[in-house]
C-alpha cells in the first residue's frame, strides 16, 4: 500500500481528517501511487466494451480523479471528453497528466458534484471507475438520474462494480469494519469523509439503474484475475428513450 512515492501513513491520517474535497487536494500529487487509483488492466478491458477509436462523439468521466480513465476514453471520442471531479487538485493533477494523452477530442476538466451535474442529454457515453465508495447509500438513485440525466436517449453509462462478496471471505470482514469505523469517524468528526465499501454492488445498481430508465447488461469475465474471480464485472446501461420508470421510486425523478 505504501509506495515509496505515494503518501505516508500520516498524510492518509491527515486526508481521512479532512473533507473529501480537502483530503483529495492534498493526496493529489501522491494518488498515481495510491491503492485507490483504478489500475489501467481494469481500465483498458472495461473501456474496450464501448467499441473501437472513434465509436463516440461526446464522452463524460464522473469523479475522473486524476484522469487514467480520461487517456483511454479520449481515442475513443471524435469530438469531446470530460472530466469533472470535486477536487480542484485532482483536476490540476489530471490536466498536467493527460497532456501527452492519446486521440484528437478536445478534453475538458471541470470542477463539480457528482450529484447536481449541469448536462442534460449531452453525452453518449457517461463513465465512472473508482468512486461509488463516495456516494452515500441515500443518494445512489441521484447517481444514478444524474447519468441518466446527462445522456442522450441510447447513449449508455458505463462502469465497473461487483456481486456481493460471500461473508466467508477474509475481504468481506475487512470492508465492514472499515465501515463501521467511517461511521464512528464521522459521527465524531466534522467535516465528514464518505468513504465506504461494498456500494453500488449488484443487483442493488441494478435495479436502480432499471427503475430509472435503463436497460441494463452486465458483462462477465471481461476484467484479468483475480478481479473476475471475485465476482468484479461491468456493467453497460443503456439509456432508453424518455421513460416514467423513474417516477415510483423517491429521488430517482
Known amino acids: 500500500m505504501f509506495h515509496p512515492k505515494g503518501p505516508s501513513f500520516l498524510e492518509l491520517t491527515r486526508q481521512c481528517l479532512s473533507s473529501v474535497e480537502e483530503g483529495y487536494d492534498l493526496l493529489a500529487p501522491r494518488f498515481e501511487y495510491t491503492p485507490f487509483r483504478t489500475p489501467d488492466r481494469l481500465l483498458a478491458p472495461a473501456l474496450a466494451q464501448v467499441g473501437p477509436p472513434g465509436s463516440v462523439e461526446n464522452a463524460l468521466d464522473v469523479c475522473c480523479g486524476t484522469g487514467a480513465a480520461l487517456r483511454f476514453l479520449r481515442p475513443l471520442c471524435r469530438q469531446r471528453v470530460v472530466g469533472l471531479d470535486l477536487s480542484q487538485g485532482m483536476l490540476d493533477e489530471a490536466r498536467r497528466r493527460l497532456a501527452d494523452a492519446p486521440g484528437q477530442a478536445t478534453v475538458e476538466l471541470v470542477r463539480g458534484d457528482a450529484l447536481t451535474l449541469p448536462w ?37 453509462f458505463l462502469f465497473i462494480t461487483a456481486r456481493p462478496p460471500s461473508p466467508l471471505r477474509p475481504g468481506y470482514w475487512l470492508a465492514r469494519a472499515f465501515n463501521a469505523a467511517m461511521r464512528v469517524r464521522n459521527a465524531v468528526w466534522q467535516p465528514p469523509f464518505v468513504m465506504y465499501y461494498l456500494t453500488f454492488l449488484l443487483p442493488r445498481a441494478r435495479t436502480l439503474l432499471q427503475a430509472q430508465g435503463f436497460s441494463v447488461e452486465v458483462r462477465d469475465d471481461v476484467l484479468p484475475e483475480p478481479f473476475s474471480h471475485h465476482g468484479y464485472c461491468v456493467v453497460l446501461a443503456t439509456r432508453l428513450q424518455e421513460s416514467s420508470a423513474g417516477a415510483g421510486l423517491p429521488g430517482l425523478s
Do not use: M
Not at 471507475?129 to 463516495?134: R, S, Y
Not at 441518466?148 to 436517449?153: E, N, T
Open 120 to 156: 442534460e442529454q449531452t453525452f453518449d457515453l457517461v463513465t465512472s471507475f473508482g468512486a461509488f465508495g463516495h456516494i452515500l447509500e441515500e443518494d445512489e438513485p441521484r447517481l444514478v438520474a444524474q447519468a441518466y440525466r446527462a445522456l442522450r436517449p441510447g447513449g449508455r
